[in-house]
T-cell receptor, first 113, second 115 residues
Framework: EPEVTQTPSHQVTQMGQEVILRCVPISNHLYFYWYRQILGQKVEFLVSFYNNEISEKSEIFDDQFSVERPDGSNFTLKIRSTKLEDSAMYFC???????????FGSGTRLTVV | SQQGEEDPQALSIQEGENATMNCSYKTSINNLQWYRQNSGRGLVHLILIRSNEREKHSGRLRVTLDTSKKSSSLLITASRAADTASYFCATDANAGGTSYGKLTFGQGTILTVHP
C-alpha cells in the first residue's frame, strides 16, 4: 500500500536554528498538509497546499514557517529560528480528494533544546 | 468545549468486548473521520462518514453520525489486544464555501484492550 514518507524520524535542534522537515507524499495525490501534535495535546492543522500554493494556514503558521514543493515529489516544512515551544511531532499528510481520508506519514519528532 | 471532543478520554476493556467511543463537534461538517494512532506513530485513517450518512460499517468498525446532535460514535466489536491505541475523530468543516480539507481533531480516546 502506498505510504507517505517523512524524514527524519527524529530531529534535535538548538533554539534559534532552522530545521527542514521532509515528506514524500503519495505520487498521485494532489492535496498536501502539515499537522503537528504537541505531546499530550490534540493534532493541530498547520497548512494545506494545493496546486503549488498554500490553500489555507492556521494561526500557528506564522512567518516562522514556510512550505515548499521543490521538485514535484518532496514536500517540505521549514521552521526558521526554532523555539522551545516548537517541540512537537510534525505530521505530513496527502490526499487525492480534498477532505476525504488522508494518508499520514509516521511523523518527525522535533525536539528543540 | 472544542470542536471534535471524544469521550471517554480513556477506556480499558477485555479482549472480546466491544469498545464504544463518542465524539462531539460544534460546526456544520462535510464529513467526520476516525483515525487511529499507535503510541508514538502516525495517524491511520479508519473510516469516513459523510454528513448525509447515518451509519457506516467497515469490518469490525461501526460508525454512526447524528448531525442534529453534532455527535458521532465509533464501535469496535470483538476487540483484540492489537486494537490498543488512541482513537481520534476529525471533522472536515463546511463553512458554506470551499473547504480545503482542513481537519479539526479531537483530544482522542486512549483504548487499552487487555488479553
Amino acid at each position: 500500500e502506498p505510504e507517505v514518507t517523512q524524514t527524519p524520524s527524529h530531529q534535535v535542534t538548538q533554539m534559534g536554528q532552522e530545521v527542514i522537515l521532509r515528506c514524500v507524499p503519495i505520487s498521485n495525490h494532489l492535496y498536501f498538509y502539515w499537522y503537528r501534535q504537541i505531546l499530550g495535546q490534540k493534532v493541530e492543522f498547520l497548512v494545506s497546499f494545493y496546486n503549488n500554493e498554500i490553500s489555507e494556514k492556521s494561526e500557528i503558521f506564522d512567518d516562522q514557517f514556510s512550505v515548499e514543493r521543490p521538485d514535484g515529489s518532496n514536500f517540505t516544512l521549514k521552521i526558521r529560528s526554532t523555539k522551545l515551544e516548537d517541540s512537537a511531532m510534525y505530521f505530513c499528510a496527502s490526499g487525492r480528494e480534498r477532505g476525504y481520508g488522508y494518508t499520514f506519514g509516521s511523523g518527525t519528532r522535533l525536539t528543540v533544546v | 468545549s472544542q470542536q471534535g471532543e471524544e469521550d471517554p478520554q480513556a477506556l480499558s476493556i477485555q479482549e472480546g468486548e466491544n469498545a464504544t467511543m463518542n465524539c462531539s463537534y460544534k460546526t456544520s461538517i462535510n464529513n467526520l473521520q476516525w483515525y487511529r494512532q499507535n503510541s508514538g506513530r502516525g495517524l491511520v485513517h479508519l473510516i469516513l462518514i459523510r454528513s448525509n450518512e447515518r451509519e457506516k460499517h467497515s469490518g469490525r468498525l461501526r460508525v454512526t453520525l447524528d448531525t442534529s446532535k453534532k455527535s458521532s460514535s465509533l464501535l469496535i466489536t470483538a476487540s483484540r489486544a492489537a486494537d490498543t491505541a488512541s482513537y481520534f475523530c476529525a471533522t472536515d468543516a463546511n463553512a458554506g464555501g470551499t473547504s480545503y480539507g482542513k481537519l479539526t481533531f479531537g483530544q482522542g480516546t486512549i483504548l487499552t484492550v487487555h488479553p
